[in-house]
């Protein structure tokens, strides 16, 4: 009897299953990679109504996040600022640019301008800003350098992972409550002495750390973490209902 | 944008085609037909933006997309709208609390209502004042879901067409000289109770233009014999305030004062204060009830005597007796001397009344005897008397002083008068009395055949009809105009003792509708007011002090005016009136009812009340305290006379109540006798309802709630139940027996047919289980420690290892819960309460029929009794009680759920919450399998997104949830608008449970660390937030906060000798803890030994390790 199968077909099961593994490790390593917030969502920047500068307005002309984002400090949501707020310099300032036509039409019909939101946490997640800047949270950790930024985009993953990167270890990112909207802060612009003196030291550190040069973020936040007694919530209650 | 695609217009010349002689023709029919696309009632949806059509054209053009650009791997883009202009206090996502008051039948309810974002999502009590006292029952809590029901009226109608407001104004405005003619003769209102003063001056504002208009107030479960007794009694504008918190024993004849669905939280509290004992030695009132149904007072009882409702006057009659002999009370001898005294009266034990008059008169000035509202005239003069001469006025019974208002007829009145052709104009506000007037309402003028309200509205030519539901008497009006509900509106009222209230709007009319006050002023001719102008003119006469608009902000802030203080008066009673008005109405030849011919009782539903909530989805699905039925009302009996009519729960009975046979008249001598009329001429009504078994119902007597059967509401509340208001007369409100005069004879007879019901608990024995504790207060000061020793559940000897690990409980403030059985009256407010909070939706009749209730709390009510009972085998207990449970998810810190969860979707935070994750569950349901406690919800369907219930599709009636995609996503937008923000919205193939109000939790955490911003005081403030359910609860009954911190209210209870946990043998210690129930029977009454045995003790030295191998 003659073969039906021509020799070749002998290896063609483990090609195949080679094949088969391969492109199964391929589509896992894809959804690994680009299905995550890490991929889909760092660098989203979507076309604003109006391309609003905060590098001109926070970096040049030195105006503070709260003052468009006031509720910041008391509400779970940063609000984004009403026209009225833009209205407040623009009737004064920039009167004919083209590009803040938007907003001055907003002012004048009262339809508010669509803002394109960029930061969004999924409805199961209840983030809450106030418990973050008031307790020595910037604005910096979750957004990035807003400050230098022409058009904002998505700067930071925000996936739950990334949470708790900051809920297992608030250290490495605690800094004193007046630098929370000082989005150029560096750990190295803090005086020891000052410091100590101000927040004392860790229980259980012997030396003397206001004889420092410089503070680390890990110092500084350690610090931070006892003398306000921040226990971030690692557990699901904290921001799922 | 969305673009509109536009056929070619089709030529007109050359070759056509068509499908039919219609369309060839291009009838209107036709066209029609073809606008329509799809058959009348086929797959429309109700006034939603979105169709189904466009759903999956949407669906369509996207997936096509997708193919070409892979557009849609990138999320949707969302859009933050932010205001143009700031709003005054809002700021995005918090929540403002504002004061507003319920208007209610009996008194306004002050509330506090949380909005957010302009939306109210949650109606509180007014703690500022004490009529509240923060705490609501569970229509207050439920009429918020009102305010969002999208089939709520929306449009004007005139004469069964769309209309506008203008059109009506313009009505309105040529109306005027017609009503204005003669005086206002022709003009009339009929209006609901509302106690606004606002209401009251403009009605007074009316009269002057309008002097002889007719102002009649209907409400059909309002008692005109109770007010009608304290007028003659009293003296005008007059009111009885109960005082329970004074009294240490009360009597209520049929009186179901603790239904705080009448509005009265005042008396709840008052009673339920005196049943909390902290220690042995600490007193407690002694409550005895007369009544023929379980009502929730009946509930609290610690002597209950069942008895027929119409047997009352009789046993009333025979305690004011025992009463007057032993007091020699002149004003209740007054009384009782008009009166004869019954010959025929119901069999009862003669030893109990004795020893319960004595009760009585061993605490002059601290009894009270309260009669049923709805008992006639001469029941509530006799129980003035007895308060009267046990000294009860003005100590336990107080006489408030109401505003002096001019007198308002009766629906009796307006009802000749219409008969007689005198009115021409009809204002009806609120109500349905198409629905709910009593029938046979009047005899007509020429025909002396009886009449019903509907016939009498039609013969009025201009009928103006302002409701919040086109129902039936809108069909029957010229104009149905839209109410606007009580938070859409500005008003103010009196709450139920007298103090002043302001209602405020939260929200602008959401369908466009009027008010009551709005729709008076149009009458008056007076421009349309936006704002609170009506309310601040009746404000500005009261003399607010200092500056006005200062006074105005107070008063709306703190929700009353402290300024204007309820007055009471010098209670004397008039016992010659009173005895004169008693005689002529006492009736003493009303034999008690027989299995032949049993009496019937409609009583107020404890979920829709007069049936003005029955398209309240809440309120529908909550289970009524007693039956523990949804969905629908139906006759309740006793279980010897079900046997007697051979029914089952279900089973449909005929009730037939006709009217006597008229005695010939005398026949004058040589004159033939006039022929009688042929008996199909006697009025004959008759009622088809199904039947359910209630222990402890008086036999031969069937309690039918009112409110079900109405047709013309919603899709909620049409054809839900059976109309009882087809047997309720206007001579008889409450009960109908066969007495001779107006009722002929009563019968009640099994008929074919079998009716589904859908009851949340259907076995009610404890079998011996622990899980209800309960003793005589007798037993309690004997054995401080009696909860420990409750048969069915022996203390295991020592303490139990776990092998389970266990969570690391490290958070400095640590949550738990009591729940006092002893004041818990099982009014379900707490339920409603969790179920506004928590977003949880309502499943239908079908899935609670299939146990799928979503209910976070549920009210397990168990009867008990001294004869041991076997439900199971058809062996009913005659002469129970009943023992209320609230049983929610008990947060075990040893919890069964979490360790059989496979994808750690239920675990334990470190502050003792038995937490639930509700995006990592996969809907194995291993937890509720699990749970001992029964008190996980499953969603089985998309309850929250889909519709459910029955619906027609071409002529089948079908349960919308089996066809799942096929229905229209999205409910109403507004009911969206009620959703809490702070909570999931769970979805299909999703465990939930109770949470402790984690969200509140939370906010509270999250407050005190703002609060601390750089410093380490991140605790919570003690006792400074509590759970929805805790909040709701009139009887405080339910209390929660940190177990930790020895301090708190909860702490302290926990520390009481009465607490006990569930099933504490599983060793799971729960964080819900209960207090155990004591009873205070009276050791003399011949029923003493029956009282208080829902757990026995356990015999010494029987203790078993597994209670479950007991037999």
Redesign the interface.
């Known amino acids: 009897m003659a073969n039906f199968f021509p020799r070749w077909t002998n290896w063609l099961p483990l090609k195949m299953m080679i094949c088969g593994v391969v492109l199964v490790c391929a589509i896992c390593g894809a959804t690994w990679y680009y299905d995550t917030p890490k991929y889909?969502r760092v660098g989203y920047q979507?076309v604003q109504p109006v391309p609003f500068p905060h590098d001109v307005h926070v970096t040049q002309l030195g105006m503070d996040c709260r003052y468009c984002h006031g509720?910041v400090?008391?509400?779970?949501?940063s609000?984004?600022?009403?026209?009225?707020?833009c209205m407040n310099c623009h009737t004064q300032v920039q009167k004919e640019n083209p590009k803040l036509e938007p907003v001055r039409s907003?002012?004048t019909t009262?339809?508010?301008?669509?803002?394109?939101?960029i930061h969004?946490t999924?409805?199961?997640v209840?983030y809450?800003h106030?418990?973050h800047v008031?307790?020595?949270i910037s604005c910096y950790t979750c957004h990035g350098e807003i400050n230098h930024m022409p058009v904002v985009y998505h700067a930071k993953p925000h996936s739950m992972a990334w949470c708790l990167e900051c809920h297992r270890a608030p250290e490495n990112f605690l800094r004193p409550?007046d630098q929370i909207t000082n989005l150029d802060w560096k750990p190295d612009d803090v005086q020891p002495a000052g410091f100590v003196a101000k927040y004392g030291q860790p229980a259980g550190v012997k030396d003397d750390w206001s004889q420092k040069k410089h503070l680390t973020q890990t110092e500084i936040g350690l610090t931070l973490k006892q003398?306000?007694?921040i226990?971030p919530p690692t557990?699901?209650?904290?921001c799922?209902? | 944008m969305k673009r509109i695609l536009h056929h070619p217009a089709p030529s007109t010349t050359g070759r056509q085609y068509w499908r039919s002689l219609g369309e060839l023709s291009d009838t209107p029919d036709f066209r029609e037909w073809l606008e329509r696309e799809f058959p009348a009632g086929a797959a429309e949806m109700s006034g939603d933006e979105v169709s189904r059509r466009n759903f999956l054209k949407l669906m369509g053009a996207s997936m096509a997309l997708a193919g070409f650009g892979l557009t849609s791997c990138r999320k949707p883009e969302m859009h933050l709208v932010p205001f143009t202009k700031s709003a005054e206090w809002v700021i995005p996502g918090k929540f403002l609390y504002y004061a507003t008051a319920m208007p209610r039948r009996q008194g306004a309810m002050p509330l506090i209502a949380t909005t957010v974002d302009g939306r109210p999502i949650k109606i509180e009590g007014n703690p500022l004042h004490p009529d509240s006292n923060g705490a609501t029952d569970a229509f207050a809590q439920a009429s918020l879901l009102d305010l969002y029901d999208p089939s709520r009226s929306q449009r004007f109608i005139r004469e069964n067409k769309v209309s506008d407001n203008a059109t009506f104004e313009k009505y309105i405005a040529d109306l005027r000289p017609k009503m204005a003619a003669n005086g206002g003769a022709g003009l009339a209102f009929l209006v609901e109770e509302t106690w606004s003063p606002t209401r009251e001056r403009l009605r007074a504002e009316l009269l002057k233009q309008f002097p002889r208009m007719c102002w009649c107030v209907f409400e059909p479960l309002l008692s005109e014999a109770q007010h009608f007794s304290t007028q003659i009694s009293f003296g005008d504008s007059t009111r009885l305030i109960p005082q329970f918190d004074k009294a240490d024993v009360v009597v209520a004849l049929d009186s179901d004062f603790l239904n705080c669905g009448e509005g009265d939280l005042t008396a709840v509290r008052g009673f339920t204060q005196r049943r909390r004992v902290r220690e042995a030695k600490d007193s407690m009132n002694r409550l005895y009830v007369i009544e023929n149904r379980f009502s929730l007072t009946g509930a609290m009882a610690d002597h209950r005597l069942r008895f027929p409702a119409s047997q009352i006057p009789a046993i009333t009659h025979a305690l004011a007796t025992k009463i007057a002999a032993a007091t020699k009370d002149p004003g209740l001898s007054s009384v009782l001397i008009t009166l004869k005294a019954p010959t025929r009266i119901e069999k009862f034990d003669a030893r109990w009344l004795e020893e319960m008059a004595k009760d009585l008169m061993a605490r002059p000035g601290a009894s009270l005897v309260v009669a049923g509202s709805h008992q006639p005239v001469v029941v509530q003069l006799m129980a003035f008397g007895i308060n009267a001469a046990l000294k009860n006025l003005g100590t336990t019974l107080l006489l408030r002083e109401l505003p002096k208002t001019p007198r308002n007829s009766s629906i009796l009145q307006l009802a000749s008068e219409i008969d007689a052709g005198r009115i021409q104009q009809l204002f009806i506000l609120g109500g349905d009395p198409v629905y709910s007037a009593p029938r046979t309402i009047t005899l007509d003028r020429k025909t002396k055949q009886a009449l019903d309200w509907p016939e009498l509205q039609k013969r009025v030519p201009d009928v103006v009809r302002l409701g919040h539901y086109e129902d039936a008497t809108s069909g029957l009006s010229k104009w149905h105009v839209p109410a606007a509900h009580y938070l859409e509106t500005w008003s103010d009222g009196l709450t139920p003792s007298g103090a002043y209230v302001a209602i405020q709007p939260m929200i602008l009319p959401l369908f466009g509708g009027l008010s009551d006050l709005d729709l008076m002023s149009m009458v008056l001719g007076r421009p349309k007011v936006e704002g609170p102008e009506l309310v601040q003119e009746t404000f500005r006469a009261t003399a607010p002090p200092g500056d006005f608009e200062t006074a105005w902000n107070k008063f709306l802030h703190d929700g009353s005016a402290g300024h204007i203080q309820p007055k009471n008066r010098e209670p004397k009673f008039n016992g010659n009136t009173a005895g004169g008005v008693a005689h002529t109405l006492w009736s003493t030849d009303v034999a008690p009812p027989t299995k032949d011919s049993p009496e019937i009782v409609l009583v107020s539903s404890y979920s829709v009340d007069d049936g003005r909530y029955i398209n309240n989805g809440w309120l529908q699905e909550m289970p009524d305290p007693i039956t523990k039925l949804t969905w629908d009302n139906a006759a309740m009996m006793s279980p010897a006379y079900a046997k007697h009519l051979g029914v089952k729960d279900g089973d449909l009975i005929e009730v037939t109540v006709t009217e006597p046979t008229p005695k010939p008249p005398p026949s004058k001598p040589g004159q033939a006798p006039p022929p009688l009329p042929p008996p199909h001429a006697l009025m004959k009504r008759q009622l088809v309802i199904a039947a359910v078994i209630v222990p402890g119902h008086a036999d031969n007597s069937v309690t039918i709630p009112l409110g079900y059967g109405r047709k013309h509401t919603g899709p909620v509340g049409e054809e839900a139940g059976f109309d009882a208001y087809l047997l309720r007369t206007t001579s008889n409100p409450h009960f109908i027996v066969a007495d001779g005069k107006a009722i002929g004879s009563v019968m009640v007879k099994k008929t074919a047919g079998h009716y589904a019901l859908s009851t949340t608990q259907e076995h009610f024995s404890i079998e011996g289980r622990g899980l209800v504790r309960e003793a005589t207060l007798e037993r309690y000061r004997a054995d401080e420690e009696f909860v420990t020793k409750i048969a069915g559940d022996e203390e295991l000897p020592h303490r139990l290892p776990t092998l389970y690990t266990h969570p690391n409980l490290s958070a400095p403030q640590q949550w738990g819960m009591t729940v006092d059985l002893n004041t818990c009256t099982g009014c379900s407010a707490c339920v409603i309460a969790c179920q506004a909070e928590n977003n949880i939706p309502i499943v239908g009749k079908l899935q609670v029929a299939h146990g799928r209730a979503m209910h976070w709390i549920r009210i397990d009510r168990y009867f008990a009794s001294a004869k041991p009972f076997d439900q199971d085998h058809g062996q009913w207990p005659e002469n129970p009680e009943i023992v209320h449970e609230p049983v929610m998810c008990q947060h075990c810190e040893n919890a069964p759920c979490e360790t059989v969860c496979p994808v750690n979707a239920t675990i334990h935070s470190e502050a003792g919450l038995n937490v639930m994750v509700y995006n990592r569950c996969i809907g194995t349901r291993y937890c509720a399998n699990n749970c001992p406690f029964k008190v996980r919800r499953f969603n089985f369907f998309d309850y929250s997104q889909r519709p459910v219930g029955k619906t027609k599709i071409a002529g089948f009636s079908v349960y919308q949830e089996y066809l799942g995609p096929l229905t229209d996503k999205t409910p109403a937008e507004t009911i969206k608008l009620q959703k809490n923000p702070n909570v999931t919205v769970r979805m299909r193939g999703v465990m939930e449970k109770c949470t402790y109000c984690v969200q509140r939790i939370e906010e509270a955490q999250i407050a005190a660390h703002v609060r601390a911003g750089a410093s380490d005081k991140t605790l919570i403030p003690r006792d400074s937030f509590t759970t929805a359910c805790a909040q709701a609860c009139p009887a405080e009954a339910i209390v929660f906060g940190d177990i930790k911190d020895p301090e708190t209210r909860v702490s302290k209870i926990k520390a009481e000798n009465r607490n006990y946990r569930l099933l504490e043998y599983l060793n799971v210690k729960t964080r819900t803890s209960y207090l155990a129930r004591i009873r205070n029977p009276n050791p003399r009454m011949p029923d003493a030994e029956e009282i208080g045995v829902a757990s026995p003790e356990h015999e010494k030295g029987k203790a078993v390790l597994n209670p479950m191998e007991k037999t």
């Open positions: 889909t979507p509720y400090e008391v509400a779970a949501h609000n984004i600022p009403d026209t009225q707020v907003s002012w009262g339809q508010p301008v669509p803002w394109v939101q969004r999924p409805d199961y209840y809450n106030a418990a008031n307790r020595g409550e003398r306000w007694d226990k557990n699901c209650q904290g799922h209902r």
